[in-house]
């Protein structure tokens, strides 16, 4: 014995099967079985076949077959042992039966039927649980069922159309799916049910079920109430029977009465079916107003099979007359119409009469409409002459009056039996007589004609000329779109001849163009319509309006093109011609155009334009324009647009007055050099200079806040070296301040250092010599007896300046920054101490007492100028040469360094100050500081000083002494 396969895999809720093969090892033939020895899961399991016949050495099979709960662990194995036997065990052989893991979602029903049973428009329920096999949770879990399988049917889960769940890993939860059968479902209908579970990443699963569809049954019957039969003959009553349940039955219908033979019918019927069954009924010569009944049953046999009998029954009235109409008791007649009808009349007395009298007669709302064609006059009334007990045909005539109202009206025909007054018969018609429509409308107020966005209003009279009330609906035909309108009423009833008036307002748009529009007023009533013609003439609207899409103020640089921009838009309802024009300063001053300043534009368009404006040259701004827009066709109809123009000038920056002191320096000595920045046309913020030395950068800097036609001085101090020089300055050399022009940017001059030379030694060795005389001759004014000693400050010689004041120096003292209007003398704010600024823009400190020697003259002796002027010069002239020929000048205090000047030198700047100083001995020089106001200097005023008595000779040691003595 050997299987297929001895391991073999099976999952949950799945069947799996073992193939034995096995050989019959005995001489003779004999049955063999296969058994389960042990280890075989508690599952649902078969063998088959049971028994196999072989013969020596014929092999046979046998399956083993398992069915795994849906409740199997994955994973779980089970070793089992199988035999084969005869009346002995022959052979062993162990296999092993493994649960498979399954992936994704599954869904198993809570019980293991597989056909579910249920009515018509019931529902029936499976609980299905839906098992997640992951070992991660499962997102949006949806269920869905296969609606082609089952058309009409309906599913909903716990109660709901739709159901999507997450479950957790190896999570499970039950749910609820009830089906509905629809009402007409068929008896034993059977649907096939599919639930589809989808999950994302994993295919679909399936739950699988049958519902059969019970069958209902069911029976109902439908007839009237009472019919009326023709005395003494046979007619047929037609009874509707229906099959309510689903399913195909068998009904048996039975009936009895007096005036019907009694009898039973077996008749088919499907599912849901509808028949008429019919019954002959004969009163006979019962009189006119005898009744009777039948009794009707219907039974369904199948349902009484089913041991659920279903049965239905009525019962049929009967009454008999004397007289019925050929035709329908309801008749049309229009105004003034007349027609005839037939009726079918017998006699019901029992005579051996063939024919017998009847008395005519007709009654009701307009019984004078209504007569019996051929009647005969018997006894002053209209009698007929009628067979008794077969029916004939006999006529009667209606005719409507010619203004009769429309409407319903009842008369009654009723006929009695002159031999038997009991027997009456009655027939009740009902006559309709058409309505005659007649709706007329007219206006009766109008409007001649309306400008756009007005109301142009109606008045229309409607009268109804018809014989009937009348209802119309009011409504509009052709009206444009996107116009309004409005009735007071829309819906009317008229009576007749009477008339109704209503008003129709209509908003006209306010772009509505000109012209005639007609439409129509349609009164729909309820038999004709009525349409009334409308003319509305919309004027001639002309209407502009205009506005700017860019700046209106305007400021740019001269010689530059602006744009203003505006739209103009043609508000009226007809095409235009837009003429522009301009007016204004703008308009005088510079170069102007329009894009166009003619344009034809069409009712609600917008068209752009523009006044293009060339900045002046010159700076008489701001320019003003007036753009005006103007129609046509209606020259009060104009719109001004203003706009302004300004001119953003550009400045000029130039350089002047370079001006280098002193002018011819010596090797060594500083040199300041000043220049002057200058602004037209505009200021200027900033700008930046650059100097070069002999083609060299030697500085730079910027210049800030200058005003428009204002300057700025700048100073630049450097060393004087041997030889000859150029010194430039450039303004805004890397071109970072736009300007109107460069060329004025650079100033230039060279200037010549000289060195000393040995060929002045004869000059120096005179000078010297000059300075030893005149140093004896100080030395003999200095032994002179009490003489008045005065100090006072030599007043500043003036000259013309050759840079331009002011500037701002430096205190030769203390350092502090001083400015200087002009030429002179000036005090120093901070230390007060007096220096000297010569027009080069030199500086030097002069706040030295001289002394100066006076004769004491009397008390009362009055001196004149002409008498003070000698000794001033010649104590001046001694003062002066004590300080050049004693070199006792007190050193000047500054930023520059003095350069030693020659004897020869010496001697013609002390020859020039003196003959200065007499003639500017008056002058008093005014200085003014960068922070504040310093005090005049005054030289005139002599200030008193207490008399000293010399005590050896003047300043410069035994200089004196020596002089003399040689």
Same mark, same amino acid.
């Given at each position: 014995?050997?299987?297929?396969?001895?391991?073999?895999?099976?999952?949950?809720?799945?069947?799996?099967?073992?193939?034995?093969?096995?050989?019959?090892?005995?001489?003779?033939?004999?049955?063999?079985?296969?058994?389960?020895?042990?280890?075989?899961?508690?599952?649902?399991?078969?063998?088959?076949?049971?028994?196999?016949?072989?013969?020596?050495?014929?092999?046979?099979?046998?399956?083993?077959?398992?069915?795994?709960?849906?409740?199997?662990?994955?994973?779980?194995?089970?070793?089992?042992?199988?035999?084969?036997?005869?009346?002995?065990?022959?052979?062993?052989?162990?296999?092993?039966?493994?649960?498979?893991?399954?992936?994704?979602?599954?869904?198993?029903?809570?019980?293991?039927?597989?056909?579910?049973?249920?009515?018509?428009?019931?529902?029936?329920?499976?609980?299905?649980?839906?098992?997640?096999?992951?070992?991660?949770?499962?997102?949006?879990?949806?269920?869905?069922?296969?609606?082609?399988?089952?058309?009409?049917?309906?599913?909903?889960?716990?109660?709901?159309?739709?159901?999507?769940?997450?479950?957790?890993?190896?999570?499970?939860?039950?749910?609820?799916?009830?089906?509905?059968?629809?009402?007409?479902?068929?008896?034993?209908?059977?649907?096939?049910?599919?639930?589809?579970?989808?999950?994302?990443?994993?295919?679909?699963?399936?739950?699988?079920?049958?519902?059969?569809?019970?069958?209902?049954?069911?029976?109902?019957?439908?007839?009237?109430?009472?019919?009326?039969?023709?005395?003494?003959?046979?007619?047929?009553?037609?009874?509707?029977?229906?099959?309510?349940?689903?399913?195909?039955?068998?009904?048996?219908?039975?009936?009895?009465?007096?005036?019907?033979?009694?009898?039973?019918?077996?008749?088919?019927?499907?599912?849901?079916?509808?028949?008429?069954?019919?019954?002959?009924?004969?009163?006979?010569?019962?009189?006119?107003?005898?009744?009777?009944?039948?009794?009707?049953?219907?039974?369904?046999?199948?349902?009484?099979?089913?041991?659920?009998?279903?049965?239905?029954?009525?019962?049929?009235?009967?009454?008999?007359?004397?007289?019925?109409?050929?035709?329908?008791?309801?008749?049309?007649?229009?105004?003034?119409?007349?027609?005839?009808?037939?009726?079918?009349?017998?006699?019901?007395?029992?005579?051996?009469?063939?024919?017998?009298?009847?008395?005519?007669?007709?009654?009701?709302?307009?019984?004078?409409?209504?007569?019996?064609?051929?009647?005969?006059?018997?006894?002053?009334?209209?009698?007929?002459?009628?067979?008794?007990?077969?029916?004939?045909?006999?006529?009667?005539?209606?005719?409507?009056?010619?203004?009769?109202?429309?409407?319903?009206?009842?008369?009654?025909?009723?006929?009695?039996?002159?031999?038997?007054?009991?027997?009456?018969?009655? &027939?009740?018609? #009902? /006559?309709?007589?058409?309505?005659?429509?007649?709706? =007329? %409308?007219? *206006?009766? $107020?109008?409007?001649?004609? +309306?400008?756009?966005?007005?109301?142009?209003?109606?008045?229309?009279?409607?009268?109804?000329?018809?014989?009937?009330?009348?209802?119309?609906?009011?409504?509009?035909?052709?009206?444009?779109?996107?116009?309004?309108?409005?009735?007071?009423?829309?819906?009317?009833?008229?009576?007749?001849?009477?008339?109704?008036?209503?008003?129709?307002?209509?908003?006209?748009?306010?772009?509505?163009?000109?012209?005639?529009?007609?439409?129509?007023?349609?009164?729909?009533?309820?038999?004709?319509?009525?349409? &009334?013609?409308? #003319? /509305?003439?919309?004027?001639?609207?002309?209407?502009? =309006? %205009?506005? *700017?899409? $860019?700046?209106?103020?305007? +400021?740019?640089?001269?010689?530059?093109?602006?744009?203003?921009?505006?739209?103009?838009?043609?508000?009226?309802?007809?095409?235009?011609?837009?003429?522009?024009?301009?007016?204004?300063?703008?308009?005088?001053?510079?170069?102007?155009?329009?894009?166009?300043?003619?344009?034809?534009?069409?009712?609600?368009?917008?068209?752009?334009?523009?006044?293009?404006?060339?900045?002046?040259?010159?700076?008489?701004?701001?320019?003003?324009?007036?753009?005006?827009?103007?129609?046509?066709?209606?020259?009060?109809?104009?719109? #001004? /647009?203003?706009?302004?123009?300004?001119?953003?000038?550009?400045?000029?920056?130039?350089?002047?007055?370079?001006?280098?002191?002193?002018?011819?320096?010596?090797?060594?000595?500083?040199?300041?050099?000043?220049?002057?920045?200058?602004?037209?046309?505009?200021?200027?913020?900033?700008?930046?200079?650059?100097?070069?030395?002999?083609?060299?950068?030697?500085?730079?800097?910027?210049?800030?806040?200058?005003?428009?036609?204002?300057?700025?001085?700048?100073?630049?101090?450097?060393?004087?070296?041997?030889?000859?020089?150029?010194?430039?300055?450039?303004?805004?050399?890397?071109?970072?301040?736009?300007?109107?022009?460069?060329?004025? #940017?650079?100033?230039?001059?060279?200037?010549?250092?000289?060195?000393?030379?040995?060929?002045?030694?004869?000059?120096?060795?005179?000078?010297?010599?000059?300075?030893?005389?005149?140093?004896?001759?100080?030395?003999?004014?200095?032994?002179?007896?009490?003489?008045?000693?005065?100090?006072?400050?030599?007043?500043?010689?003036?000259?013309?300046?050759?840079?331009?004041?002011?500037?701002?120096?430096?205190?030769?003292?203390?350092?502090?920054?001083?400015?200087?209007?002009?030429?002179?003398?000036?005090?120093?704010?901070?230390?007060?101490?007096?220096?000297?600024?010569?027009?080069?823009?030199?500086?030097?400190?002069?706040?030295?007492?001289?002394?100066?020697?006076?004769?004491?003259?009397?008390?009362?002796?009055?001196?004149?100028?002409?008498?003070?002027?000698?000794?001033?010069?010649?104590?001046?002239?001694?003062?002066?040469?004590?300080?050049?020929?004693?070199?006792?000048?007190?050193?000047?205090?500054?930023?520059?360094?003095?350069?030693?000047?020659?004897?020869?030198?010496?001697?013609?700047?002390?020859?020039?100050?003196?003959?200065?100083?007499?003639?500017?001995?008056?002058?008093?020089?005014?200085?003014?500081?960068?922070?504040?106001?310093?005090?005049?200097?005054?030289?005139?005023?002599?200030?008193?000083?207490?008399?000293?008595?010399?005590?050896?000779?003047?300043?410069?040691?035994?200089?004196?002494?020596?002089?003399?003595?040689?």
């Amino acid at each position: 014995m050997m299987a297929e396969k001895a391991v073999v895999n099976i999952l949950p809720g799945e069947n799996a099967s073992f193939l034995i093969e096995f050989l019959n090892p005995e001489e003779d033939t004999d049955v063999f079985s296969v058994s389960i020895l042990s280890g075989a899961p508690d599952w649902e399991n078969s063998i088959s076949p049971d028994n196999v016949s072989l013969s020596h050495d014929e092999i046979g099979y046998t399956w083993i077959n398992f069915t795994a709960p849906n409740t199997a662990t994955p994973g779980n194995s089970y070793m089992m042992e199988f035999a084969l036997n005869n009346n002995q065990t022959l052979d062993k052989l162990n296999v092993v039966l493994e649960v498979g893991a399954i992936r994704g979602a599954r869904l198993w029903s809570d019980s293991d039927a597989d056909l579910a049973y249920t009515n018509p428009d019931s529902t029936v329920y499976f609980d299905v649980r839906v098992v997640n096999y992951e070992p991660t949770s499962l997102d949006n879990i949806s269920l869905d069922y296969q609606s082609t399988l089952m058309p009409g049917w309906s599913v909903v889960y716990n109660n709901e159309s739709t159901w999507s769940r997450t479950l957790p890993a190896h999570g499970s939860t039950f749910v609820s799916i009830g089906v509905t059968s629809p009402s007409d479902a068929e008896a034993v209908e059977t649907v096939w049910l599919r639930i589809i579970a989808t999950v994302s990443g994993f295919d679909d699963t399936f739950f699988d079920t049958n519902i059969t569809v019970n069958q209902d049954f069911g029976v109902s019957i439908s007839s009237e109430s009472v019919t009326t039969l023709l005395g003494n003959v046979t007619q047929l009553v037609t009874i509707s029977i229906t099959n309510t349940g689903n399913g195909p039955d068998l009904f048996e219908v039975s009936y009895s009465g007096i005036w019907t033979e009694n009898g039973t019918e077996i008749i088919t019927f499907d599912g849901f079916e509808t028949k008429d069954f019919t019954l002959t009924v004969n009163s006979g010569l019962s009189a006119p107003g005898s009744q009777s009944n039948i009794f009707l049953q219907v039974n369904s046999t199948k349902s009484e099979i089913a041991g659920d009998s279903k049965i239905d029954s009525t019962v049929l009235s009967f009454i008999v007359t004397g007289m019925k109409p050929v035709g329908s008791q309801s008749i049309q007649l229009s105004q003034g119409e007349s027609s005839s009808f037939d009726l079918v009349i017998l006699s019901l007395i029992d005579s051996e009469s063939l024919t017998t009298r009847v008395i005519t007669e007709v009654n009701g709302d307009v019984y004078w409409w209504v007569n019996f064609d051929d009647t005969e006059e018997f006894e002053d009334k209209q009698t007929l002459i009628v067979p008794v007990g077969q029916p004939d045909i006999f006529s009667f005539t209606v005719t409507a009056p010619v203004d009769a109202e429309s409407g319903n009206y009842e008369f009654i025909l009723k006929i009695t039996d002159y031999n038997e007054p009991s027997h009456v018969s009655t &027939l009740v018609y #009902n /006559l309709y007589v058409r309505q005659n429509f007649n709706i =007329s %409308a007219i *206006s009766i $107020s109008e409007p001649l004609s +309306t400008n756009p966005g007005s109301t142009a209003d109606w008045n229309i009279r409607y009268t109804n000329n018809g014989n009937g009330d009348d209802q119309i609906t009011i409504s509009t035909v052709g009206v444009p779109e996107d116009w309004s309108y409005s009735f007071t009423e829309t819906v009317v009833v008229i009576q007749p001849y009477n008339l109704k008036d209503i008003g129709f307002s209509i908003n006209v748009p306010e772009n509505q163009l000109p012209g005639d529009y007609n439409f129509l007023i349609s009164a729909q009533s309820l038999g004709i319509t009525v349409n &009334l013609s409308i #003319n /509305l003439t919309i004027n001639s609207v002309y209407q502009l =309006s %205009a506005s *700017s899409t $860019s700046l209106t103020e305007v +400021t740019a640089l001269s010689g530059e093109t602006v744009y203003y921009q505006f739209e103009v838009t043609n508000d009226g309802n007809t095409a235009d011609t837009i003429l522009v024009s301009s007016t204004g300063s703008m308009i005088s001053s510079s170069s102007t155009d329009f894009q166009w300043t003619s344009r034809i534009i069409e009712p609600g368009v917008t068209e752009s334009n523009y006044l293009k404006a060339t900045v002046p040259q010159n700076n008489d701004g701001p320019w003003n324009a007036i753009v005006s827009i103007r129609s046509t066709f209606d020259e009060s109809m104009v719109v #001004n /647009l203003q706009y302004s123009l300004n001119a953003n000038l550009i400045p000029d920056a130039g350089i002047e007055n370079l001006a280098l002191s002193p002018s011819n320096p010596l090797p060594g000595e500083k040199v300041n050099a000043r220049f002057t920045v200058t602004s037209t046309n505009a200021p200027i913020d900033s700008v930046s200079y650059s100097i070069y030395i002999d083609g060299s950068i030697a500085g730079g800097g910027q210049v800030v806040g200058i005003e428009d036609g204002g300057n700025k001085v700048v100073t630049f101090t450097f060393m004087a070296e041997e030889g000859n020089h150029d010194f430039k300055v450039v303004l805004n050399p890397n071109s970072k301040l736009e300007e109107t022009d460069m060329s004025n #940017n650079e100033i230039q001059m060279s200037f010549k250092v000289e060195g000393s030379s040995n060929s002045n030694l004869p000059i120096y060795i005179g000078v010297f010599a000059v300075i030893l005389v005149g140093g004896a001759v100080l030395y003999s004014y200095s032994k002179r007896e009490n003489k008045l000693i005065t100090k006072t400050k030599v007043a500043p010689i003036i000259q013309e300046s050759s840079v331009n004041f002011p500037l701002i120096l430096n205190c030769t003292q203390c350092g502090s920054r001083v400015r200087v209007a002009r030429p002179g003398s000036f005090r120093c704010p901070s230390c007060k101490v007096v220096s000297l600024v010569d027009s080069n823009g030199k500086i030097g400190n002069t706040e030295q007492e001289k002394e100066v020697v006076e004769k004491q003259l009397p008390p009362k002796s009055v001196i004149t100028s002409s008498k003070i002027e000698k000794p001033i010069s010649s104590t001046t002239r001694r003062r002066r040469m004590e300080e050049f020929l004693l070199d006792n000048t007190e050193e000047e205090k500054g930023e520059e360094t003095e350069v030693e000047l020659s004897a020869s030198e010496k001697l013609r700047l002390l020859k020039e100050e003196e003959n200065s100083a007499l003639d500017n001995s008056e002058k008093v020089q005014e200085v003014a500081t960068e922070d504040s106001k310093i005090n005049e200097v005054e030289p005139e005023k002599i200030q008193e000083k207490p008399k000293k008595k010399r005590k050896g000779p003047p300043k410069g040691g035994s200089f004196g002494p020596t002089v003399g003595g040689f």
